[in-house]
């Protein structure tokens, strides 16, 4: 008899198709690149904000957009003050440049951005499960 391997790792990686469904690895990746100093990144979900600070590296701070109460489940004992802004107009003024992280999974939903925010670009990378759905990045100008 042949031998089996043991574990679901091996029985359901490769039904995830990590290759075609990139996630915020290559998001943050995509961010690396296309970011230019001084320009201001905000996250817009809590279920997604400690992946993109692992793999930030533009050397600017992402904050989270939280500007209501967050349930426990969402981190909410591993924020600091610092992380998290209740108001874009906190760290903006006009002529800044901005980035804006979401996700379309987990039930999330897409802030409301400024009325004064002109969207430059938008790209997203799709999440290995399904129920995770897509990170989305979206560049904008304040005016």
């Known amino acids: 008899m042949p031998k089996r391997?043991?574990?679901l790792f091996f029985r359901c990686?490769?039904?995830l198709k990590i290759d075609k469904k990139p996630g915020m690895a290559a998001a943050a990746s995509y961010l690396n690149q296309e970011y230019r100093p001084n320009e201001k990144i905000f996250v817009g979900s809590?279920?997604?904000?400690f992946t993109?600070?692992?793999?930030?590296?533009?050397?600017?701070?992402?904050?989270?957009?939280?500007p209501g109460s967050m349930p426990h489940y969402s981190g909410t004992a591993l924020f600091?003050?610092?992380?998290?802004i209740i108001d874009f107009n906190q760290k903006t003024k006009?002529?800044?440049?901005?980035w804006l992280i979401n996700i379309t999974g987990f039930g999330n939903y897409r802030p409301r951005?400024?009325?004064?925010?002109?969207l430059i670009s938008e790209t997203g990378f799709q999440e290995a499960r399904d129920y995770q759905g897509w990170i989305l990045i979206q560049k904008y100008k304040v005016q």
Do not use: F
Not at 80 to 84: E, L, N, Y
């Open 52 to 66: 993109l600070k692992y793999h930030n590296q533009t050397g600017e701070p992402a904050y989270l957009y939280a």
């Open 13 to 15: 990686w490769p039904r």
């Open 113 to 118: 951005t400024p009325e004064n925010w002109a």
């Open 80 to 84: 600091s003050p610092q992380d998290i």
């Open 5 to 7: 391997k043991n574990g």
């Open 94 to 98: 006009p002529d800044d440049m901005v």
């Open 46 to 49: 809590s279920l997604i904000y």
